[in-house]
């Protein structure tokens, strides 16, 4: 993305060049009378001009949406938050649930993420860890944080599914929850 700038500053500084050198170039040669002031020859530098912005415009439109999308922390285009669910619930069969997954750019090639993830117990943590972030690292995601929770009494461990919906629908919201539900809507997976 900074290349596709600094291409930009450079092709706006060259084209400005372009149509100084061809509107002095018409202005000079073309003959007219000089007190005709509505000779074509007197709006070739504003047409000309308007041209170029007209297409530094048109060429800066996408790097302002990419560094837009960045600066809004939005989910990358190829990513799909509900399947990264469902997959981590597969290739890591010792977490239950998983939900609060953020994703979102940090620059244009590092993406973070960070997710609250639920288990039955915190044996092999280390272990359950790199799986997981193993998992991200193979989606391209290359910077997680985890928050696991556990709760012994967990209603979980007598429901055989882990379908992404219905463990949400079983475990509600958060195990580590606000002490008044203020904060409920502020979250938003």
Not at 29 to 43: A, G, I, M, R, S
Not at 83 to 107: C, D, F, Y
Not at 173 to 186: A, G, Y
Request: aromatic share 6%; hydrophobic share 40%.
């Amino acid at each position: 993305m900074n290349m596709h700038g600094v291409f930009l500053h450079v092709l706006a500084d060259a084209l400005g060049s372009i149509v100084v050198i061809i509107s002095a170039l018409i202005i000079k040669f073309v003959p007219h009378e000089q007190d005709d002031k509505n000779h074509w020859t007197v709006y070739i530098d504003p047409t000309l001009s308007v041209i170029i912005v007209i297409i530094i415009s048109l060429s800066a439109l996408p790097l302002f949406r990419d560094t837009a999308s960045i600066l809004l922390q939005t989910i990358p285009k190829d990513l799909e938050i509900h399947k990264i669910k469902a997959q981590l619930l597969k290739a890591v069969p010792e977490i239950n649930s998983i939900h609060e997954l953020h994703i979102w750019r940090l620059t244009n090639e590092k993406i973070i993420a960070s997710a609250h993830l639920h288990r039955r117990n915190l044996t092999n943590y280390m272990s359950v860890a790199g799986k997981v972030k193993n998992f991200f690292h193979s989606i391209g995601i290359h910077s997680v944080t985890m928050q696991y929770e556990h709760d012994a009494d967990d209603p979980l461990t007598s429901f055989p599914t882990r379908d992404v919906d219905t463990l949400s629908k079983l475990t509600g919201d958060c195990l580590l929850r606000c002490e008044n539900n203020s904060c409920e809507t502020q979250t938003c997976c």
